[in-house]
């Protein structure tokens, strides 16, 4: 959840005490001249104030109606204070307290929707309600980016985005793949062989590796090692920057969060423009394809060529299975940032979870080694291929209830566009923040019995996979997410080669268990693990 206090939003809240530009010729002139002549300027200050509070006030009371929140806002920022820190247990609170609740910081309203079926409404109502991530995004990634589309802007391009994930592809990127994991597997060893042994913090080492994965299967080759290093160093100033409150204009002041967030963006796009274009030299000359760059300019070109064969006047010309027009290099590289830009985190969180969870539960660990060995048939070398996903029920079932038990989203934050009747009491206002949430639906008891529990089987022997309403974990809707099978696919190839090369010991601490809310949730102490290569 997050919001941006941006200058106009201020002027919003001022609005009701700024006179029209005629007022003079309504208001006698003779009672402001009174008003000045009889007040202090301190008392007519302090009126000002005073009005301004209660207007801030009635409108909080107003727009809350019968939804959960507090009686009453802390007078204009709300519980801003809170909102800087934000506590997953505050959260947990929130939703408890309702299947609708509201809070206001500063201008914002923002309602939660801890219920299922409201969620689903909110994902699936784009003539109500768009997602906003958090506000400073746009400024972040560009205005211009294909994600803030809407309707049938957004659908089309989305359309061609989605040749990019079909099976087809996704075997095509394993190699590359392969070739990340086992660099970083080397870099985990090295790591605690260096550290003598002892156990050192993973969370940032995670990010890592999501990010050189990333990176590598946008990119192939195009990208240098130095490249990838520097952008997964500073990609973590891009997440400090999107703060559920960002002081006003704080991206134009140098050394704030937002400023070296926005000049982290610029220089990741510049570095993606010029893959890009290497690209496109390296397809023209009929290279195969690698990577994702690749694979959407061979798509441009097929399209070309099929286009240009219909202006000749040839009959019968099949036609490419993703046909699209020719984007610019900027166009593809902002295209690509944002998919770094919504799998980092989510990503990096996942991980961080799989590797304490499963040096927790040597049982699980044990039983998807094993499958992971069996299925390539017993040579534990042998490189993943996608042929291999629809044979590892287990580690699929491992993938599932993961992303299930600590969903790396937790909830995502929607604007409304109009006045939203999210239920048949309730209207959320125009310019409110609606955000639906995923944990609740994702741990509630009917669903998944005991939901606290990590339970692969659930998946296999239980009910789970038919609880589809409540497999919020990539959203709903026509925004939902691009990666819904990237991701487990990724997962499972990352953690099944990690569970035939590696052991690791997970050394926890009081706080492991404890929920850290950056961008998305990490335990607390930043996962302390130790690796050794198994013998
Ligand atoms: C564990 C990893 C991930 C999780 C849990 C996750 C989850 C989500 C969620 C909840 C949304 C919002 C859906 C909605 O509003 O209905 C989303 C959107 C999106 N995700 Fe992911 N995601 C993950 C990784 C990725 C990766 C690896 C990529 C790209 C390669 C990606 C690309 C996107 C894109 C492009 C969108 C916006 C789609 C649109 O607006 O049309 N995500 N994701």
């Not at 909830?411 to 959320?428: A, I, L």
Request: charged residues 20%; contains cysteine; proline residues 7%.
């Amino acid at each position: 959840m997050a919001m941006r206090i941006s200058s106009s939003a201020i002027h919003r809240v001022q609005r009701p005490v700024v006179l029209p530009e005629n007022h003079s010729s309504r208001i006698p002139s003779g009672v402001v001249l009174a008003l000045r002549e009889n007040w202090s300027d301190w008392r007519l200050i302090l009126t000002l104030i005073f009005i301004l509070v209660i207007y801030d006030q009635a409108m909080y009371i107003v727009r809350k109606g019968s939804i959960a929140g507090p009686r009453y806002k802390i007078p204009f920022m709300g519980p801003f204070i809170q909102a800087l820190h934000p506590k997953f247990e505050s959260y947990l609170a929130q939703w408890a307290s309702g299947p609708l609740s509201c809070v206001s910081v500063f201008h914002k309203f923002v309602v939660l929707a801890s219920d299922r079926d409201i969620a689903h409404k909110v994902f699936k109502s784009p003539s109500h309600a768009k997602p906003c991530i958090v506000p400073i995004a746009a400024d972040i990634m560009g205005s211009s980016a294909w994600i803030f589309l809407q309707g049938r802007a957004h659908t089309e391009y989305r359309r061609g985005l989605a040749g990019l994930f079909t099976n087809k592809s996704l075997g095509i990127y394993s190699s590359v793949q392969e070739q990340v994991y086992s660099d970083y597997f080397h870099k985990f060893v090295a790591h605690t062989s260096a550290n003598m042994g002892k156990p050192t913090e993973h969370m940032a080492l995670f990010r890592e590796v999501n990010c050189a994965l990333s990176c590598r299967t946008f990119f192939g080759n195009y990208i240098s090692q130095d490249a990838v290093k520097k952008i997964a160093d500073d990609f973590y100033l891009i997440t400090a920057a999107l703060e559920l409150v960002n002081v006003p204009l704080s991206m134009y002041i140098p050394y704030t969060k937002p400023w070296l967030g926005k000049r982290t963006a610029d220089a990741v796009q510049i570095e993606f423009a010029e893959c890009v274009a290497a690209c496109k030299a390296n397809m023209a000359s009929g290279a195969a394809p690698t990577c994702i760059v690749d694979q959407w300019v061979m798509h441009m070109i097929e399209s070309e060529i099929y286009r240009e064969r219909i202006a000749s006047g040839e009959k019968d010309v099949p036609k490419p299975t993703n046909l699209i027009r020719v984007f610019t290099n900027k166009e593809i590289a902002q295209t690509l940032f944002t998919f770094l830009f919504a799998s980092q985190d989510a990503s990096s969180s996942a991980t961080t979870w799989l590797f304490q969870i499963l040096a927790q539960r040597p049982d699980v660990l044990e039983r998807l080694r094993q499958e992971n060995l069996d299925v390539r048939g017993g040579d534990r070398t042998r490189p993943f291929e996608l042929g291999m996903y629809e044979s590892l029920t287990y580690t699929n079932a491992v993938v599932k209830e993961l992303l299930r038990y600590r969903p790396p989203v937790i909830f995502v934050p929607y604007e409304t566009t109009k006045p939203f009747p999210v239920t048949p009491t309730y209207t959320v206002s125009k310019g409110a923040m609606i955000i639906p949430s995923c944990y609740p639906a994702l741990h509630d008891p009917v669903a998944y019995p005991s939901p606290e529990v990590f339970d692969p089987d659930r998946w296999i022997t239980g009910d789970a996979e038919s609880k589809a309403k409540n497999w919020l974990v990539f959203g709903a809707g026509p925004h939902d997410c691009l990666a819904r099978r990237y991701v487990p696919l990724t997962m499972a190839h990352m953690i099944g080669k990690a569970a035939l090369e590696l052991d690791w010991v997970h050394h926890a601490t009081e706080r492991s268990e404890e929920i850290r809310v950056f961008a998305t949730i990490f335990p607390m102490d930043g996962c302390p693990l130790t690796f050794t290569k198994r013998p």
